[in-house]
Structures are given as structure tokens and as C-alpha cells.
DNA sequence: AAAAAGATAGTAATCGATTACTATCTTTTG
DNA sequence: CAAAAGATAGTAATCGATTACTATCTTTTT
């Protein structure tokens, strides 16, 4: 069989997305480098030219991930005027990532808990670290504004957005689709805002300059029934 | 070496022990027979005289975890009038539940992001299901009492009560000690308890009954920085 | 003595990694 | 420009280590 010879480079980020393919329907801890190359119509041994160890892989790996997701929420979070809106926007840019990437979800879970400080691991600790510096800053930033209440602890209001995302996530696997995330992530969202926001306006009370752009089709009932 | 002859039940529930035990060390991932039969003085092959396969042995210790956590979960509710108490109780309670046993939250997330369908998934699966259920069914009393806001979305909200579990374990265990866990518990359980509750009474913004019970040392004016 | 529990010593399969070798592309040279 | 020379990419086979699991023998319990 004729193979088509790639650059090292390019060899390298065909074998990223192979393991971001292939961590969508597989237990990251189960990909074995057989799997990787067979994926990519490559023998097994052919991986370890650009690649020292499987370690290096998953290290590639996840700043592949980190890089993206950081993009990705870093954009939706610009086009928005609010803090409080820039954190939706963070919300659904991230669900829209692990929508598109099914995988991602699997290999932070899978890596984070790995005892060992593996590359790969301090590569997805500080993606959750720099996260969780992002959120709190909006958030800190929407208290300044009075778009927050003034009684809000930020840094656990921030735990609360990470780990919200981290259940709808999780949960949304278990149900089989990973597209249910995109279905619940309205409700979710509108109580962990409700639970921030500066209470008393109507507009804080119904979502903040959101609901002001979103809700024509909604009435001042704000009735929502599964 | 002798060795003690224990009932095959007994050895079992030992075998279980040993893999809670070393779950909170090690990736589950990562157990093997070897390290099981090793933590209990027992030889590798031994276990397979009380275990079919290492499935079974999975699924009994999920077992075991679905049992203990409802059961711990379901006496911390019984101990607390109101419903959002009782919430709170169960959230604690949880908490706890995870400090004593480390390897929990691991396991958890280990068998739940596994592709096929082991017996140990199935079970996993199952006590999420019934734990969201409890949730939602006491969202829903807290309702009817008006305790917590008529707009509330229940499932929504007990996936969000779920996901801020799941996020505080996850991110104390990356910071490297999980029982800052319970430091940080409080002022997580405070945002999501707003997100629910009526507005309006300085009990429901100060957080109900246990504001009278646990504050005595914060002043009105609640302020708090990490 | 019978039955159960554990020890000992294996098996077959699979893993990541390495090796010697071949194919292809790129650069240099006449 | 074309052929030689060198560098890079990939193959096929194999290595040692580790895995879950098993067959056989010994010890303890009842």
C-alpha cells in the first residue's frame, strides 16, 4: 500500500487529532499507540519517530486542548459588553467545544485524576487554573459594576461555573448524547446567575441585558416547564 | 508467613475495602489484581475464589458506594426540618463522605466516562440517577413551601446541585489535599442556595435557619475574601 | 474426612518501546 | 538540469514487562 510521507510536523498534529478523535467514543486510558497509528493508516512504531514516549503524545495532547478551549472562550467572551453576559458567553462557548470535541471531557476527567504528575496532567492543572482565574476575574469585575451582589464570593462562585459545567457535562455522557449539554445549558446557567446577580431589577431578575436581546418569545411570566 | 483464613464473605468485603483503599492513591485504572491481593496479604490468584472476574469485583465496590452514599445522604436529610436544610445536610454530608473515602470521587469518575457497558458503569449510573431524583424531589418540596422560587427549574438546578460536587472534589483534589473540600463548601453551597431561593426575607439572603445556627461570628455585614 | 481457603506456578494476550531495514523527499554536486 | 548523497519518514518484527486469569497442590476449618 502506497502511504503518503507527511512532515514531522504534520505527522504530529494528524496524531493529536487522532487521540481527540478517538478519546470521543473510547476510555482514554484505553488508547493504546496500536490504536493511535491504526487510526492514523500508520504502523505502531512509526509514532515513536515523532514522538519520544506515549506520555509526550498526551502532553501534545492536552495543550492542543487548552490552547483551543482558552481560544474559544476568550473569543465568545469578547464579543459580549457585560461581564456577567461575557460569562455566558464562556458557558455556551465551552459546551459548544465539548460538543464538538466529545472527547476533551473524557481525557480531562481521565487525566486530572491520575496520580502520578504526569506532563499531560500539569498541562490540563493549569488550564484549570488559568479557568478558574478568568471566571473569577469577570466576576470580580461584574461585582464592580453592581452587576454582581456585592456579597458574592467570587473565587467559589467561580468553582460553582467550572464545576456546573463539569456536571452538565458529565451528565449529558451518561444520557447517551452529548447534545442533551446544549439543551440544559440555559436552565443551568439561569440559576447559578440568579445565584451571583444583583437581585431587585427586573433585569437582573430575568438575565441581565440577555434577556433584553433573547426573549422576545418569552413573556414576563418567564414560565419554563421541561 | 501464616496467613489468616477468613469466611469467603468476609474476604469480600475485604477485597472492597483494599480497592477503596488504594483508590485513593492510585488511578483506579490502575489497580490490578496484583496490587488488590497485595494490600490485603493475600496472593493474586486467591481473589479469583471469591470473584468470578475483576468486573465483579468492580461492581461489588460500586456497590458498596452507591449504598454508603445514599445511606449517608438520606440520614443527613432526615435530620433537617426544612428542605433546603435538609439540601444543605446532604451536600455536607457528601462532602464528608468523600473526605473519609478518597477513592470515591476517583472511581466515580473513572467508571462513569467508560465506553462499554460494564456492571460497574450500570451500577455508577444508577446511583446518579437515584441521587439527582432525591435532589429534585426535595427542589420541588422546598417549592411547594415556598422556600425556593416558583421560577426554579428543578432539574435543572439539581444538575447544577450535582456538577458543584463534582467540581469541588475535583478541584481540591488538584490542589492536592481534599479536605479543602469542606473549606470551600460553605461559600459554594451559599451561591447555589441563592440561585434557588426566595428572594426578598434576610432569611433566605442569609441563608435560612442555619444562618441563625452558624453565624454567630460573621457580622450583617458578610464580608469575606480568600 | 470433606470442604473451603490460600499458595504456587504457570498461561495467553497485550502493552509501550526498540531495532534493522526500506521508501521517499531534499540538498548538493558535476 | 540530472544524478549522486544525505536526511527524513515509515515498515515489519520483536523485545521485556505486565496483565487478567487458571490449573494444581497445600493448609486450615468444620
Redesign the interface.
Same mark, same amino acid.
Given at each position: 500500500m502506497q502511504t503518503q510521507y507527511l512532515s514531522a510536523g504534520e505527522r504530529r498534529q494528524r496524531t493529536v487529532e487522532a487521540v481527540v478523535t478517538l478519546a470521543g @467514543?473510547?476510555?482514554? /486510558?484505553?488508547i493504546t499507540t496500536a490504536a493511535i497509528a491504526k487510526h492514523m493508516s500508520v504502523t505502531q512504531g512509526a509514532l515513536f519517530r515523532h514522538f519520544p514516549s506515549k506520555d509526550a503524545i498526551w502532553e501534545m495532547v492536552m495543550e492542543w486542548v487548552a490552547e483551543g478551549l482558552l481560544n474559544r472562550i476568550d473569543r465568545a467572551a469578547a464579543s459580549e459588553a457585560s461581564p456577567l453576559e461575557a460569562l455566558r458567553a464562556v458557558f455556551e462557548g465551552h459546551v459548544s467545544f465539548v460538543i464538538e470535541h466529545p472527547g476533551v471531557? &473524557?481525557m480531562m476527567?481521565?487525566e486530572?485524576?491520575? +496520580?502520578e504528575a504526569t506532563p499531560a496532567k500539569k498541562v490540563a492543572?493549569g488550564l484549570?487554573r488559568r479557568y478558574?482565574e478568568r471566571v473569577t476575574r469577570r466576576l470580580e469585575e461584574a461585582k464592580k459594576i453592581g452587576e454582581v +451582589?456585592a456579597? @458574592?464570593?467570587c &473565587? +467559589?462562585?467561580a $468553582?460553582?461555573f $467550572?464545576?456546573? $459545567?463539569?456536571?452538565?457535562v458529565?451528565?449529558s455522557?451518561?444520557s447517551g448524547h452529548i447534545e442533551a449539554a446544549r439543551t440544559?445549558a440555559a436552565?443551568?446557567f *439561569?440559576?447559578? &446567575? &440568579?445565584?451571583?446577580a444583583t437581585?431587585g431589577g427586573v433585569l437582573a431578575?430575568e438575565g441581565g441585558r440577555s434577556a433584553v436581546r433573547r426573549t422576545t418569545r418569552r413573556t414576563a411570566k418567564? /414560565?419554563? *416547564?421541561?
Amino acid at each position: 500500500m502506497q502511504t503518503q510521507y507527511l512532515s514531522a510536523g504534520e505527522r504530529r498534529q494528524r496524531t493529536v487529532e487522532a487521540v481527540v478523535t478517538l478519546a470521543g @467514543t473510547q476510555n482514554p /486510558s484505553e488508547i493504546t499507540t496500536a490504536a493511535i497509528a491504526k487510526h492514523m493508516s500508520v504502523t505502531q512504531g512509526a509514532l515513536f519517530r515523532h514522538f519520544p514516549s506515549k506520555d509526550a503524545i498526551w502532553e501534545m495532547v492536552m495543550e492542543w486542548v487548552a490552547e483551543g478551549l482558552l481560544n474559544r472562550i476568550d473569543r465568545a467572551a469578547a464579543s459580549e459588553a457585560s461581564p456577567l453576559e461575557a460569562l455566558r458567553a464562556v458557558f455556551e462557548g465551552h459546551v459548544s467545544f465539548v460538543i464538538e470535541h466529545p472527547g476533551v471531557p &473524557r481525557m480531562m476527567f481521565g487525566e486530572l485524576q491520575r +496520580a502520578e504528575a504526569t506532563p499531560a496532567k500539569k498541562v490540563a492543572h493549569g488550564l484549570m487554573r488559568r479557568y478558574a482565574e478568568r471566571v473569577t476575574r469577570r466576576l470580580e469585575e461584574a461585582k464592580k459594576i453592581g452587576e454582581v +451582589a456585592a456579597e @458574592t464570593d467570587c &473565587r +467559589a462562585a467561580a $468553582i460553582l461555573f $467550572i464545576g456546573m $459545567i463539569q456536571g452538565l457535562v458529565m451528565q449529558s455522557m451518561l444520557s447517551g448524547h452529548i447534545e442533551a449539554a446544549r439543551t440544559n445549558a440555559a436552565g443551568v446557567f *439561569k440559576v447559578f &446567575r &440568579r445565584g451571583v446577580a444583583t437581585h431587585g431589577g427586573v433585569l437582573a431578575a430575568e438575565g441581565g441585558r440577555s434577556a433584553v436581546r433573547r426573549t422576545t418569545r418569552r413573556t414576563a411570566k418567564g /414560565s419554563e *416547564k421541561g
